[in-house]
């Protein structure tokens, strides 16, 4: 199948085709349901450059515009999964997900990081790059504000009764074994409660 559109004078950006959809409403009454238009976005000689627009009727409303494929591929939709399509252009945006998303096949998964994270509403985590008297630690929120002592990979070589300790040489957790002394004198023996 094959739909021509020809003009009588000279062909421009949103000069286009369409494939258009007509059905039957429960009222009897044929309505526009929806199309597929192909229009130029540059239809100079040797240029040419078209979309493919998909518009469909909702809530009765003349239809529109919900999805977009463009001459470079590039996908643009009103929605994506829920997702609004200036919230995946805005990045700043907020988004509420719900249902469960699998990231178990990713190689890595980015969490907010910076110096001064803010972690104040139930749920949220972030990476606390620069927290004071050691290096960096996971901040949450549960009803309050609450932090994760990270330690080093290379610190948890450790046996029975290991203590963790704050080294500030090294500015990390680290773990240590019997007594140990720091400007205040502390003692620890393995096997005591």
């Not at 979309?51 to 996908?75: C, H, N, P, Q, Y």
């Not at 080294?167 to 019997?178: L, V």
Request: aromatic fraction near 8%.
């Amino acid at each position: 199948m094959s739909i021509n559109h020809t003009s009588s004078g000279t062909a421009a950006a949103g000069f286009g085709v369409n494939l258009a959809f007509d059905m039957e409403s429960a009222s009897a009454a044929t309505e526009l349901a929806g199309s597929v238009d192909c229009i130029w976005t540059d239809a100079g000689d040797g240029t040419e450059d078209a979309d493919l627009v998909f518009k469909v009727m909702t809530g009765g409303s003349a239809k529109a515009e919900v999805a977009r494929i463009d001459s470079a591929g590039d996908i643009t939709a009103t929605s994506h999964g829920g997702i609004t399509e200036a919230n995946l252009v805005d990045k700043a945006a907020t988004e509420v997900i719900t249902g469960a998303w699998d990231f178990g096949g990713a190689a890595d998964l980015e969490i907010p990081n910076s110096a001064t994270p803010t972690v104040d509403t139930d749920g949220q985590i972030a990476i606390d790059t620069t927290i004071t008297d050691h290096v960096g630690s996971i901040r949450y929120f549960s009803g309050e504000a609450m932090v994760v002592i990270a330690v080093p990979d290379a610190n948890l070589t450790t046996t029975d009764d290991d203590v963790l300790f704050y080294d500030a040489a090294a500015n990390e957790f680290a773990f240590k074994s019997g007594a140990f002394s720091g400007s205040n004198t502390e003692t620890y023996t393995k096997g005591a409660s």
